[in-house]
């Protein structure tokens, strides 16, 4: 959690996520057929640019294949240069989009999605990738491979009837340590008897 928070305020530091959109907004919805959902402060966003390996663009800590999955990803819009930080992609539920995008390491694509939050609140927005294709080819690929990966590297759980997260083994882990609200499970107890 730490890498992922010194990474979003380097790339504030540097000015190159998606920080100044109050002058653009709009700027990238034409064309679009992004589904939304009724977010805060959504905007459809299509544009092309490159996959890269954030802490590589940021710090020059480069890795093979831009971490094989292990690192966050982002794209580098080719309008302005800016660092995007997609990070989720289209499932309903909030998965990562790194299983999406590692095809793509170092490639130039055209996504298609919504960029999400209040940037004059929150410094910038995070973008949701739902469609993603090499740049300029004829067909877009639902970004949805998250859970069939995560399926794939859980195959006992998956078994499991019931949502991935009530599952995971890591999910199961920590709620066995330090309980469901992360407090101990004796707070757990004193919730449930309270309600």
């Not at 064309?31 to 390996?53: H, I, N, P, W």
């Not at 939050?117 to 739902?130: L, P, T």
């Not at 991935?164 to 709620?175: G, L, N, S, T, Y």
């Amino acid at each position: 959690m730490n890498i992922v928070k010194t990474i979003l305020a380097a790339s504030l530091a540097f000015g190159m996520t998606s920080t100044a959109f109050a002058e653009e907004e709009g700027a990238f919805s034409k064309g679009s057929t992004a589904k939304t959902f009724g977010f805060q402060e959504e905007e459809k966003a299509l544009f092309s640019g490159k996959v890269v390996d954030v802490m590589c663009e940021l710090s020059g800590n480069c890795a093979d294949n831009c971490g094989n999955g292990n690192r966050l990803l982002g794209i580098v819009r080719d309008a302005d240069n800016r660092l995007i930080l997609p990070l989720k992609n289209g499932q309903f539920s909030f998965n990562g989009p790194v299983e999406d995008l590692l095809p793509y390491c170092g490639k130039k694509v055209d996504v298609d999605g919504i960029m999400v939050g209040d940037a004059e609140v929150y410094g910038s927005k995070f973008y949701m990738v739902q469609k993603i294709r090499d740049a300029g080819a004829p067909e877009f690929k639902k970004a949805n491979l998250w859970t069939k990966a995560w399926a794939k590297r859980n195959e006992e759980a998956a078994k499991i009837k019931g949502p991935w997260f009530r599952k995971d083994p890591r999910v199961v882990k920590q709620i066995e340590v330090t309980g469901y609200f992360g407090l101990g499970h004796d707070a757990d107890k004193k919730y449930a008897a309270e309600n």
